[in-house]
């Protein structure tokens, strides 16, 4: 146990320090989902009436999505550097080493979690500005944390995996794009499950992005008439089966890799 | 038996490979590999590009496991205890294994904690290791500031840090000018006549080779010879002389029937080999005076050895 923990804060505190050091990370990491929000937001918030929704502005809808999408992005950006450490020597390092396995996945994943987590706060932030017209509800702020840490915990293990199976970046980016970017745009997060062709709507069930979003979109009240699915058992529930999995299938990879 | 030979006996082998094969996608990368490194032996794995030695490297450091054989550190076996094994070694990699975007101490630092140190513990252990590699002025310096040879230092340090018991090396002096290079073997060998630790380093170059105190020579996934370096140098018969003439295949010819020595004819001239050369080459002048060019003689090489094993020229 004692290994497990050194190993996970070892390349937890490495992941944070590094994202801190570098500001163009730092910075991209606020401004390109606040780009995407404002310019996709205001450019459907008059043409674009939402079933289920009406009467709310596009861009309070698209909130939620973008706060998945900054998670998203962290846990893209947090694993794609597994590649670029694999290159760079580090990851040989750590590999030689007799850190436990579960504990290279699980420091890989705390950190890609913390960051989502915190970045995601930072952007929910935003509902104190006028140019959101969102509040949490009651218990809102603890959900959100906790369902956005475990939607972190998730994908970057996910991340994880895929990144492991490529020795380049462009490789991973394709995957990113034919993968993880449709598996946002199939949460609900950019338009909602309601009215959608049957085929789409069941893509959408499947996604376990769909049930993050749900918990993350129930952590804020909504005007009246907005119909809201309620966060129940289910969508944590699957939640939780995601990323234990994610994490499981992570570390059986990577235990049976020597590099 | 005494009580020190009965030790002697059973003391496992820091390294002992034992008929090994590996191959990447059916292409034979080693082939019936069998070597053993006696503790606290400098032992140094030599051969040209695509010899094997890296991939040799890896299995020792358990990053690999053999296709076939088997390989053991102190007597412990990867493919049963390799978080063992990998807690017995400190190893430095060609290409370096640093995060360039972290400081000196934090590389320190975080690999400790893959070996379990931490605390004041860890912190005493790299406070004397700073002092030991002289870079404490340098801790808290980003390592992709630091020059190449100061960065290996690190390199070595960081492998030191849990006091292994064997250090493995792959081409620990890739990089590194002539004079940093002697500096680095220095350091080696201060590490392990201090703390007894055993060496085993891969190498492209005769002369850190030389510096082993025993030296497997690879060639094409395959043990060629082991030996101590100078043994094997002694094994050569005798001397060597090298000759460029006018016509090195017609000299070469004449020289053998005459002589009844044998003869190399390679790209830099003729090569011979000869227990008492200084006589055959007193013989070789008076005979061949006006077709030769050029002369030398001297005492054999690992590059002479390394042609004697394997017939080629190591490039």
């Known amino acids: 146990m004692k290994a497990i923990a050194l190993t996970t804060l070892a390349l937890v505190s490495r992941e944070v320090r590094i994202f801190y050091r570098a500001r163009s990370r730092v910075v991209g990491a606020f401004l390109q989902p606040f780009v995407f929000w404002v310019l996709i937001g205001s450019g459907f918030n008059a043409s674009l009436n939402l079933a289920g929704a009406e009467g709310l502005k596009y861009s309070d809808y698209f909130f939620p999505g973008i706060l998945l999408m900054v998670i998203l992005f962290t846990a893209i950006f947090s694993t794609i550097t597994v590649i670029d450490d694999r290159k760079q020597g580090f990851l040989k390092g750590v590999l030689a080493s007799p850190a436990p396995r579960i504990g290279i996945v699980l420091g890989k994943v705390g950190g890609g979690t913390l960051l989502g987590t915190l970045q995601g706060l930072l952007f929910a932030a935003l509902i104190c500005t006028p140019l959101v017209g969102l509040e949490l509800r009651g218990d809102g702020l603890v959900r959100l944390t906790v369902g956005m840490a475990g939607l972190a915990a998730g994908l970057t293990a996910l991340g994880l995996l895929i990144a492991w199976q490529f020795d380049s970046i462009q490789g991973y980016h394709a995957i990113m794009s034919v993968a993880l970017f449709p598996m946002w745009i199939f949460s609900g997060a950019v338009f909602p499950v309601a009215g959608t062709p049957a085929w789409m709507a069941v893509v959408m069930k499947v996604n376990p992005l769909t049930y993050g979003l749900v918990i993350i979109r129930d952590a804020f009240e909504w005007p009246d008439g907005v119909v809201v699915e309620a966060a129940g058992p289910a969508p944590w529930c699957w939640l939780a089966v995601f990323g234990v999995v994610a994490v499981v299938v992570a570390t059986v990879r990577i235990s049976g890799d020597g590099e | ?315």
């Open chain 2, 1 to 315: 038996m005494n009580a020190t030979a009965t030790i002697a006996a059973t003391q496992p082998a820091a390294l002992d490979v034992d008929h090994i094969s590996y191959g990447y996608n059916g292409h034979p990368a080693l082939t019936d590999v069998c070597l053993r490194c006696d503790t606290g032996a400098l032992f140094g794995i030599l051969g040209p590009n695509g010899s094997g030695k890296t991939t040799l490297f890896r299995l020792v450091c358990a990053l690999l496991m053999p296709d076939r054989g088997r390989v053991t550190v102190l007597g412990l076996d990867p493919a049963d205890a390799a978080a063992a094994v990998r807690g017995k070694l400190g190893i430095v990699f060609q290409s370096g294994s640093l995060d360039a975007r972290l400081t000196v101490a934090e590389n320190l630092r975080y690999s400790g904690y893959m070996y379990g140190l931490w605390g004041a513990s860890l912190r005493q252990r790299v406070t004397e290791l700073a002092a030991d590699f002289a870079f404490g002025d340098r801790l808290n310096d980003t390592v992709g500031t630091l020059s190449g040879g100061l960065r290996r230092r690190v390199e070595l340090a960081r492998a030191m840090l849990h006091r292994p018991p064997v250090l493995v090396l792959d081409e620990p002096t890739a990089g590194l000018d002539p004079e940093a290079r002697d500096r680095f073997w220095q350091r080696i060998e201060a590490i392990r006549r201090r703390d007894g630790v055993t060496a085993i380093f891969t190498t492209h170059l005769f002369e850190e080779a030389v510096r082993s105190t025993s030296l497997a020579i690879l060639d094409e996934g395959r043990v060629a010879v082991v030996d101590a370096p100078t043994a094997m140098m002694q094994d050569v018969a005798g001397d060597v002389i090298h000759l460029r003439t006018d016509d090195d295949t017609d000299v070469a010819a004449e020289i053998r029937s005459r002589h009844h020595v044998d003869v190399a004819v390679t790209a830099d001239g003729l090569r011979i080999e000869s227990g008492a050369a200084a006589a055959l080459l007193v013989a070789l002048l008076s005979a061949f005076g006006d077709r030769i060019t050029s002369v030398s003689s001297g005492k054999s090489t690992l590059a002479d050895v390394y042609r004697n094993a394997t017939g080629k020229i190591f490039q």
